[in-house]
């Protein structure tokens, strides 16, 4: 059963058909509106999410198919002591797909291989976030036109930050990429990432603690939240939150069509008067990750009938 766990599941070639079809989908929403008719997705969520959780209802919905499922550990029964191997088996009784968010590492893969129906790994612990990858690669091919040659500043939690480490897993892949880590050194990007990416494959990276002065070099700014919920300690956490505030007179030596992107939630790392300026992407992101989501959605479906 073909599910997505970890980023790299997914071929270059396959990323790039979820983008055709995600812009095939912004041009012809009807062509998709009953592509999953029948079909149940199932969301399950044990930790918090906005924008996840939502866009793969949303997507769901728009491709014709339904949603169930829950938001919130303390609501289902994993709190009462159920593991999520059974969740998995549980839940292959009543829908067709599984999205599962879980503070644990590995927990998606886990009831991937403990399902009957593909599952989706929408973010696990501090580990990986693979749609979120997606919405990220369907944005900057949208606004850069393309995957490769580009240099990318990514600044905040590198070390806690899920979405980080599938980014940089995902782009690592494409030609002439570049990365520019800006993060306090108590949150630098993990080593495993480091060697098993970076050096492993010879992709030219520079660390940095210092935003501005790497601004003008950058194709891309993604900046990230750092990641309270990771953190031992709420000193550490409340020391490192407000390391990086992104604000319009930092932008100026910034190139004119550099874009800035967030997985969102923002909390202090980008102020409100950042959203104006033409360069800033993060709400366009939100509604692109419902796009490839749609994608997705489509493919392992079609997969699974197979
Ligand atoms: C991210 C996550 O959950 O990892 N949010 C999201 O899904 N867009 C980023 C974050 O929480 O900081």
Same mark, same amino acid.
């Given at each position: ?6 980023? /790299? ?10 983008? %055709? ?110 749609? %979120? ?87 891309? /700014?993604?900046?990230?939240?750092? %990641? ?67 994608? /997705? ?10």
């Amino acid at each position: 059963m073909r599910s997505l766990i970890d980023i /790299l599941d997914l071929s270059a070639e396959e990323i790039d058909e979820l983008i %055709q079809t995600a812009d095939d989908i912004i041009a012809h929403p009807d062509k998709y509106s009953e592509a999953c008719k029948g079909k149940k997705i199932a969301t399950l969520f044990f930790e918090p999410s906005t924008r996840t959780r939502l866009s793969f209802e949303a997507a769901m919905l728009e491709l014709g198919g339904s949603v169930i499922g829950f938001s919130g550990a303390q609501n289902s029964s994993a709190a009462k002591g159920e593991s999520v191997a059974d969740t998995a088996k549980v839940i292959s009784c009543y829908a067709d797909i599984i999205a599962m968010r879980h503070p644990k590492e590995g927990a998606p893969y886990v009831a991937s291989i403990n399902a009957s129906i593909p599952v989706i790994n929408a973010g696990d612990g501090g580990h990986n976030h693979p749609t %979120q990858t997606l919405a990220d690669l369907f944005t900057i091919y949208r606004e850069k036109g393309s995957l490769s040659n580009l240099t990318v500043g990514i600044c905040g939690d590198l070390k806690f930050g899920r979405t980080v480490h599938s980014l940089i897993n995902a782009l690592a892949r494409y030609e002439g990429i570049r990365f520019v880590l800006i993060s306090p050194e108590e949150l630098a990007l993990p080593e495993y990432v480091k060697s098993d990416v970076l050096e492993e494959r010879n992709i030219p990276y520079t660390e940095t603690t210092d935003l501005e002065g790497v601004m003008g070099d950058l194709d891309i /700014l993604y900046m990230t939240r750092v %990641q309270k919920e990771r953190f031992f300690n709420e000193e550490d956490y409340l020391r490192l939150k407000d390391s990086y505030i992104l604000e319009p007179k930092k932008l100026k030596n910034a190139k004119p069509d550099m874009i800035i992107m967030h997985p969102l939630p923002r909390v202090n790392e980008i102020s409100v008067a950042v959203d104006d300026d033409p360069r800033a992407c993060y709400f366009k992101q939100v509604l692109n990750g419902k796009y490839i989501r749609m994608a /997705l959605i489509m493919k392992l479906l079609k997969e699974a009938s197979k």
